[in-house]
């Protein structure tokens, strides 16, 4: 019994600290085109307030992609995506 205990509570953590990054090693680019509305393709969708930051060419740190592509939208193609992670 209590190994089963300590193994669910090493899942949850593994999940809690590792998982919750791993898409971003398989996203080389952040795809702007997820996050406008399919009436209007110049129009970003709201965004929600999650922290997976994502660094900008001109150098400022975004909190996450959609925060990202709402400013690369509005450059009209003068900031591209550079890295994930803090500038």
């Given at each position: 019994m209590?190994?089963?205990?300590?193994?669910?509570?090493?899942l949850g953590?593994?999940?809690c600290f590792?998982?919750?990054?791993?898409?971003?090693s398989y996203e080389p680019?952040?795809?702007c085109s997820a996050y406008m509305k399919l009436s209007d393709r110049t129009k970003p969708k709201g965004c929600?307030?999650?922290?997976?930051?994502?660094c900008g060419s001109n150098g400022q740190t975004?909190?996450?992609k959609c925060l990202f592509c709402r400013a690369a939208i509005a450059s009209q193609g003068k900031i591209h995506?550079?890295?994930y992670g803090k500038c």
């Open positions: 209590k190994a089963a205990a300590v193994l669910i509570l090493l953590l593994y999940c590792f998982a919750s990054d791993a898409h971003h680019q952040v795809d929600t307030l999650e922290y997976f930051p994502v975004y909190t996450n995506f550079k890295h």
